[in-house]
């Protein structure tokens, strides 16, 4: 027979073996934050879910994360809502686009569909265009259905109450 001993005891360590290791870690909090959100999410979002887990980050420590890891590709700007930029995590290496759900937000890599040739072709004379940027937009597959069942059935009408008073 076996006995379970003290299962898991020994690896405490790590912790305070860097000098610098409160900001890193904090760094970190932002980094896997960003990898749980499914959908765009802004600045704000994303430092509400942080603060879940370290609660006194600070919001130029969250922007400064933003501004890193856009530089990296880690995260990119997706759009606007309500005039705050939204950023989606990208896993992605290669370039390709992000279409956004306007109904929840949900985000996904798309191919690229643009032709560069035909963008210089298109450009003035004299241009050589050498990069771009396309924002998608649309509705995700549930969304989508979603509003074809609410075009279609009204067995979910909510009850009008109207009440008779005398
Ligand atoms: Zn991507
Ligand atoms: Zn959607
Ligand atoms: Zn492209």
Same mark, same amino acid.
């Given at each position: 027979m076996t006995l379970a001993e003290g299962a898991g005891g020994a690896q405490a360590g790590e912790r305070g073996a860097y000098g610098a290791g409160r900001s890193s870690a904090q760094r970190r909090a932002v980094a896997s934050a960003v990898a749980g959100f499914d959908c765009a999410f802004t600045a704000e979002d994303l430092a509400a879910q942080v603060r879940l887990v370290s609660p006194r980050i600070s919001t130029a420590t969250v922007y400064r994360s933003i501004a890193a890891m856009a530089l990296s590709g880690y995260l990119t700007p997706v759009g606007d809502r309500d005039g705050a930029a939204l950023y989606a995590h990208c896993d992605e290496i290669g370039h390709h686009h992000h279409v956004v759900c306007t109904g929840c937000g949900a985000t996904a890599h798309a191919p690229c569909p643009i032709d560069t040739a035909g963008l210089t072709a298109a450009a003035p004379d004299g241009f050589v265009v050498t990069s771009h940027e396309v924002r998608l937009y649309g509705l995700c597959a549930s969304c989508n259905d979603r509003e074809r069942v609410a075009d279609g059935c009204?067995?979910? %009408?909510?009850?009008?109450? %109207?009440s008779e008073r005398g």
């Open positions: 009204s067995c979910d %009408t909510v009850a009008d109450g %109207t």
